[in-house]
RNA sequence: UCCAGAGUAGCUCAAUGGUAGAGCACGCGGCUGUUAACCGUGUGGUUGUAGGUUCGAGUCCUACCUCUGGAGCCA
C-alpha cells in the first residue's frame, strides 16, 4: 500500500515498512550507496531515499535519473543529517519509468517562459506543484465561504445565446458549415450561440428566487488581449444576493477576499513559504495585511479628486466621466492608499445597463476592487431592478429589450433589490501567491494564438 | 491590436563588422552521509526565418515569425 510523500514526512514515530511512488528529482551517488530525492506531489517537499548498493533493483542505479518514475519500498528512519527529519532506508528499489537525458527539466531553476513551452512537465517543478497545489485548496475555500454562509451553487450555462453586454468578445459555437451567418435558423440551436462571457444575468435569476447563490465555473473572451493577467478561457466566481444593496454587495467582496487569504496563510504555509522565498519576499506581510485591516472605500467622484490633486505626472490624464487607467489604478493601491481599495459609484455611461442608477441620474452602482499588483480582482454592482428604469438604460446603451425578456421578467414579477460581483479566480490565486502572469496560474493557458495543450 | 525590447549549445547567458565562448545539464574518471553535492575531463552550434549591404555579418539594413514588458478591452 502506497504512502504519499506528505504524510510520510509528517510522520511521528519510525516505521518499519512504507512503500513510496514518485519521481526522481535528483540523485547522488556514493560508492557503496545512493540518495534519491523522490517527489509525489503531494506536498513541496520531497523526501531522501538512502539505497544501499545491493539491495534489489540496485543494478539499474544509473538510470534513477531526474524525471525518472520510481517505487520505493523500506523503512522510515530519523534522519542522521542535517537537512530532514526523516528519510527512507530503502530495502528495494523499483524503477517504473525512465527519463533520459532529453527531460526538459533540470535541477536547477528555469525560467516561466521556458517552462510555459512545456506546461504538460511543469507540474513536476517546485514552483508548478505549490501553485496548483494552493489553487486546488482555494477552490475548496471559495465553496466553504458560501457554503458556510448558505449561498446556493448554480451551475449557469456556459453556452448562451446572450451577450452580457460589455463583458468583451463572445466566441460562436455553431455546428454550420461554410458561411455561418447565412441561416443562423438553421444552426444547432436555432439561433446564434456563444460560449458564456458571464454567468451573471442567469445567476441573478436564480439569485431571485433562491436568495442568495454563487457560480463559480469557466468563462470565456475572444479579445485580443496579450498581457500578463487577461486569458481568453478562465474561471469566474460569480456570488448574487436578494435584498441586497451595494454597501452590502461591498462588504461581501471585502469579506471574501480576506477570507480566502485567510485561508491561504492556514492552510497552504509549505507552499506560500517556497512563494515568500523565491517570488515575493513580502508576500506574508501583504497576506497579513489583508486579512487584518479595512479596505479603503471611495467613491470614482473623490478618486478622481485623489488623482487630479495627487500632482503626479500620469502618461493620461485624469478625466471625469472616463475609465481609470491602469496607471490611476496602481497609483491609487500602490502609493496613495496602499492598500486593497473599493471605487464605486462609476459614471453611468461607462458601464454596462444593468447597473442600478444613482439619484443623481449621472452615476451607476458600480463596484471595483482594486488590489496592488494586479489591478481589478473584482466588478460588481447593485441590479437595477425597477423595470422602467431598466428599459430606459437598455435603450440608452443601444440595446433591444425584446433580447433581454426573460431578464426584463425578474423586475416585471417580483422584483428586488439585488447585487453582485465578478471575481476572477486566476487573479485571485496571482495575488494570494505573487506569481505575475495567469499564463503561470492556470494549468493550461489559453491566450490569442496559443492552446497547444 | 498599439508601443518598446529580445531571439546564439538541451537550459541561462557572453562575444568592438574579423577564429562562436562560459556556467549548468549530459557522458567518462575520481571523491564524499550527500543536500540544486564537489573535483577533473569530454561531447555539444544551419546564431528565429527569408532576403540585402560588405572583402568579411551573431553583430548593420528590410520583411516576416515567436516570446517578453507596457497600453487598450476586462475578471
Known amino acids: 500500500m502506497r504512502t504519499l510523500i506528505k504524510h510520510a514526512l509528517a510522520a511521528t514515530e519510525p516505521r518499519d515498512f512504507i512503500q513510496l511512488g514518485g519521481w526522481v528529482r535528483t540523485r547522488r551517488d556514493s560508492k557503496d550507496f545512493s540518495f534519491l530525492e523522490?517527489?509525489?506531489?503531494?506536498?513541496?517537499?520531497?523526501?531522501?531515499?538512502?539505497?544501499?548498493?545491493?539491495?534489489?533493483?540496485?543494478?539499474?542505479?544509473?538510470?534513477?535519473?531526474?524525471?525518472?518514475?520510481?517505487?520505493?519500498e523500506g523503512s522510515l528512519v530519523a534522519s542522521p543529517a542535517a537537512g530532514q527529519k526523516w528519510e527512507v532506508k530503502a530495502r528495494n528499489i523499483r524503477l517504473i519509468g525512465t527519463a533520459d537525458a532529453t527531460y526538459p527539466l533540470q535541477k536547477k531553476g528555469h525560467t516561466l517562459e521556458f517552462l510555459r513551452t512545456i506546461a504538460h512537465?511543469?507540474?513536476?517543478?517546485?514552483?508548478?506543484?505549490?501553485?496548483?497545489?494552493?489553487?486546488?485548496?482555494?477552490?475548496?475555500?471559495?465553496?466553504?465561504?458560501f457554503q458556510s454562509r448558505d449561498f446556493v451553487y448554480?451551475?449557469?450555462?456556459?453556452?448562451?445565446?446572450?451577450?452580457?453586454?460589455?463583458?468583451?468578445?463572445m466566441f460562436r459555437v455553431t455546428t454550420l458549415k461554410g458561411n455561418i451567418d447565412e441561416q443562423p435558423t438553421t444552426d444547432f440551436f436555432g439561433k446564434k450561440a456563444y460560449l458564456t462571457v458571464s454567468g451573471q444575468l442567469e445567476g441573478e435569476t436564480f439569485a431571485c428566487a433562491l436568495s442568495n447563490i454563487y457560480t463559480f465555473g469557466p468563462t470565456f473572451r475572444a479579445e485580443n488581449s496579450n498581457t500578463a493577467r487577461h486569458a481568453a478561457e478562465f474561471w469566474m466566481i460569480e456570488p448574487e444576493m436578494a435584498f441586497c444593496d451595494l454597501q452590502g454587495d461591498m462588504d461581501l467582496a471585502e469579506e471574501f477576499i480576506k477570507s480566502l487569504a485567510k485561508y491561504a496563510l492556514e492552510h497552504c504555509a509549505e507552499d506560500l513559504g517556497f512563494f515568500a522565498k523565491f517570488v515575493d519576499k513580502g508576500l506574508p506581510e501583504r497576506l497579513k495585511f489583508v486579512v487584518?485591516?479595512?479596505?479603503?472605500?471611495?467613491?470614482?467622484?473623490?478618486?478622481?479628486?485623489?488623482?487630479?490633486?495627487?500632482?503626479?505626472?500620469?502618461?493620461?490624464?485624469?478625466?471625469?466621466?472616463?475609465?481609470?487607467?491602469?496607471?490611476?489604478?496602481?497609483?491609487?493601491?500602490?502609493?496613495?492608499?496602499?492598500?486593497?481599495?473599493?471605487?464605486?459609484?462609476?459614471?453611468?455611461?461607462?458601464?454596462p445597463f444593468y447597473m442600478r442608477v444613482n439619484d443623481d441620474g449621472k452615476t451607476v452602482t458600480a463596484m471595483d476592487v482594486l488590489v496592488p499588483g494586479i489591478g481589478e480582482v473584482i466588478g460588481g454592482a447593485q441590479r437595477?431592478?425597477?423595470?422602467?428604469?431598466?428599459?430606459?438604460?437598455?435603450?440608452?446603451?443601444?440595446?433591444?429589450?425584446?433580447?433581454?425578456?426573460?431578464?426584463?421578467?425578474?423586475?416585471?414579477?417580483?422584483?428586488?433589490?439585488?447585487?453582485?460581483?465578478?471575481l476572477g479566480f486566476e487573479r485571485l490565486i496571482m495575488f494570494l501567491t505573487a506569481v505575475s502572469n495567469i499564463r503561470d496560474v492556470i494549468p493550461f493557458a489559453r491566450t490569442p494564438g496559443n492552446a497547444e495543450f
Open 121 to 145: 512537465l511543469r507540474p513536476r517543478s517546485n514552483l508548478f506543484g505549490a501553485v496548483f497545489r494552493m489553487r486546488s485548496k482555494l477552490a475548496l475555500a471559495v465553496h466553504e465561504f
Open 384 to 422: 437595477e431592478e425597477r423595470p422602467d428604469v431598466l428599459v430606459e438604460q437598455m435603450k440608452h446603451h443601444n440595446l433591444n429589450p425584446a433580447d433581454y425578456w426573460w431578464y426584463a421578467d425578474l423586475r416585471k414579477y417580483g422584483t428586488v433589490p439585488h447585487a453582485g460581483f465578478g
Open 292 to 351: 487584518e485591516r479595512p479596505f479603503v472605500r471611495v467613491p470614482y467622484t473623490e478618486a478622481v479628486d485623489i488623482l487630479t490633486k495627487s500632482g503626479k505626472k500620469f502618461e493620461f490624464s485624469v478625466v471625469y466621466g472616463q475609465n481609470l487607467q491602469s496607471e490611476h489604478e496602481r497609483f491609487l493601491t500602490e502609493e496613495h492608499f496602499k492598500s486593497p481599495t473599493t471605487v464605486f459609484n462609476y459614471p453611468r455611461d461607462i458601464k
Open 38 to 72: 523522490l517527489n509525489d506531489g503531494s506536498c513541496f517537499a520531497s523526501i531522501q531515499v538512502v539505497a544501499d548498493a545491493g539491495i534489489p533493483g540496485y543494478e539499474q542505479i544509473a538510470d534513477f535519473t531526474t524525471g525518472s518514475s520510481a517505487v520505493v
Open 154 to 169: 448554480v451551475q449557469t450555462p456556459i453556452i448562451t445565446a446572450s451577450d452580457c453586454e460589455g463583458a468583451g468578445e
